[in-house]
C-alpha cells in the first residue's frame, strides 16, 4: 500500500487491495468471493452492455475518533437496489447477501479507511449488472454482483460552501413513469450534457424541473433538493425523483430538531419563498445553495447574499456527520460498526 496523504485526497478512485464479487446464474447466487483483480471480463453481447441492465450503489464507511469502523445505513442502500432490480428486471440481491458482502469489502480493506481527523471516509460502491449473452431485447439470466471501495477526500476542500446552480429547461433529467427512482447508469449519463454545459457555464451543476409540465422542482443534479422556511424542511415529491438515503436520514433529523417536514410537490415559483436551501446526498451530505439562476426567465432566487450556508443548512450537516463519525449516539440505529 502506498503512503495515502489522507488529508488532501479528492473525490476519485484510488486502488484498494480487495474487491468482493457474486454471481448469478441457473436462478440462484453464489458464494461471495475476494478478488484482487480491478479487471472483469464479459461477453461482447452482456446485456448491461447493450440494454443497460446494471445498477449501483454509493455509501460510505467512517473511522471515529475512538478507532472504531462505522457505516451509514448498510439496510437503506440495499433495499434501494432491490427497488432498481425489479425496476429493470435483474435477478434481486438479497439483503443479507448485500450487507454481508458490503461488510467483507471494508473488513478486507480497512487500512484505507482514512483516519478520523482527515475528515475523509471510505467510499464503498455495490453494482450489479447482466452479463449472459444475448441479442434480444430481454432480461438477463446471469448476473454479477460486486462490490469495491476507495478512500475519498472531504467534499468541501475549503470547508462546507454554497455553490451557484441554473435551470435549463433545454434538459430533462428523467421521465415521469421512466427509470428516475432507480439508480441506473443511463440516468447519469442523460445528464452528462446538461451538466457539462452547466459547468462551463460557472455553475456547479443542473437544476432540473418536471420532464412533463417544466412546473414543478425535481432534482439538483445527481442530488435531491430541499428548501428551508418557517422552521420547515420542504422537499418535492415525484415519481421521476430518485429516493436519497441522505434526504430521508436529514428529514428525520429535521423532525428531532423540532421542524416541520413537508414531502409534496414543490412549484419551481416557490423557490423564492425559501430563506435556505440544499442539495444532498452521499457524496457531499448537503451542498448548501448559494442561488439557483433561472437564464429562460431571467430571473435569480438568492438563499446566500454573503456566500455563506444558512443556519439551518449547517446544523443538519453537522448532526448528520456528528452521527457517522459516532461523535454523536446514533439513536435511530442508521450506523453498523465494525467488530
Request: charged share 20%; proline share 4%.
Amino acid at each position: 500500500m502506498e503512503q495515502i496523504d489522507w488529508n488532501n485526497i479528492g473525490f476519485g478512485y484510488i486502488k484498494t487491495d480487495y474487491n468482493i464479487r457474486c454471481s448469478y446464474s441457473n436462478g440462484s447466487w453464489g458464494e461471495l468471493e475476494a478478488s484482487t483483480s480491478e479487471h472483469i471480463t464479459l461477453h461482447m453481447a452482456a446485456t448491461c452492455l447493450h440494454y443497460g441492465q446494471e445498477a449501483f450503489e454509493g455509501l460510505k464507511a467512517f473511522r471515529g475518533k475512538d478507532g472504531k469502523i462505522r457505516i451509514f445505513r448498510i439496510d437503506e442502500n440495499a433495499k434501494r437496489l432491490q427497488s432498481t432490480c425489479d425496476g429493470i428486471m435483474m435477478a434481486k440481491l438479497p439483503l443479507d447477501l448485500f450487507e454481508a458482502a458490503v461488510l467483507k469489502a471494508v473488513k478486507m480493506n480497512e487500512h484505507f479507511v482514512p483516519p478520523y481527523e482527515s475528515g475523509a471516509s471510505l467510499y464503498i460502491r455495490p453494482f450489479l449488472f447482466g452479463t449472459s449473452a444475448q441479442v434480444g431485447v430481454k432480461a438477463a439470466t446471469e448476473y454479477q454482483f460486486m462490490v469495491f471501495v476507495t478512500p475519498v477526500g472531504a467534499y468541501f476542500k475549503g470547508g462546507f460552501q454554497t455553490t451557484p446552480f441554473v435551470i435549463m429547461r433545454e434538459f430533462d433529467r428523467s421521465a415521469p413513469l421512466g427509470t428516475g427512482i432507480y439508480k441506473v447508469g443511463g440516468n447519469y449519463a442523460a445528464s452528462l450534457v446538461a451538466g457539462n454545459k452547466a459547468h462551463e457555464m460557472g455553475y456547479s451543476n443542473v437544476f432540473y424541473l418536471d420532464a412533463k409540465e417544466k412546473k414543478y422542482i425535481d432534482e439538483c443534479g445527481a442530488a435531491n433538493f430541499f428548501g428551508i422556511k418557517n422552521n420547515t424542511y420542504v422537499t418535492p415529491e415525484s415519481s421521476s425523483i430518485l429516493p436519497s438515503i441522505t434526504n430521508k436520514s436529514l428529514m428525520v433529523l429535521a423532525v428531532d430538531m423540532g421542524m416541520q417536514v413537508e414531502q409534496r410537490p414543490v412549484l419551481v415559483e416557490e423557490l423564492s419563498t425559501f430563506d435556505e436551501a440544499g442539495a444532498c446526498g452521499t457524496a457531499a451530505v448537503i451542498s448548501p445553495i448559494q442561488r439557483i439562476d433561472d437564464i429562460d426567465e431571467n430571473k435569480s432566487y438568492i438563499f446566500s447574499p454573503d456566500g455563506k450556508p444558512g443556519e439551518i443548512c449547517e446544523k443538519l450537516y453537522k448532526k448528520l456527520q456528528a452521527i457517522q463519525y459516532g461523535d454523536e449516539p446514533d439513536t435511530h440505529g442508521w450506523v453498523t460498526v465494525l467488530d
